[in-house]
């Protein structure tokens, strides 16, 4: 069975930052690419970052320089690190593997407010 499990959400203000983890099981994880997404309420799911399994990273134009997503083949984990941020930078985000096809975690809510 596969599970991705999603840590480290939270309320940060404006300018602050946060970590997300995501743990894997049930997959190869060293061969799958791995990735964050989000979704703001009333907008469509979108990308955020993905890191292939050579460490290959691809950032959204809206969180380059800002957001650092790494991975630990060792430990089948994905961390996204978010600073800088901002209040649309609030949003559930989801963490995914993609490996023939895609798996999805359940999300973890992160909202950036004063």
């Known amino acids: 069975q596969v599970q991705l499990v999603e840590s480290g959400g939270g309320l940060a203000q404006p300018g602050g930052s946060l970590r997300l983890s995501c743990t894997t099981s049930?997959?190869?994880?060293?061969?799958?690419?791995m990735g964050w997404y989000r979704q703001a309420p009333g907008k469509q799911r979108e990308l955020v970052a993905t890191?292939?399994?050579?460490?290959?990273?691809n950032y959204a134009d809206s969180v380059t320089g800002r957001f650092t997503i790494s991975r630990d083949n060792a430990k089948n984990a994905v961390c996204l690190e978010m600073s800088s941020l901002k209040p649309e930078d609030t949003a559930v985000y989801y963490c995914?593997?993609?490996?023939?096809?895609?798996?999805w975690g359940q999300g973890t809510q992160v909202t950036v407010s004063s």
């Open positions: 995914n593997a993609r490996l023939g096809r895609y798996y």
């Open positions: 049930g997959i190869i994880f060293r061969s799958a690419v």
């Open positions: 890191i292939t399994s050579g460490g290959t990273t």
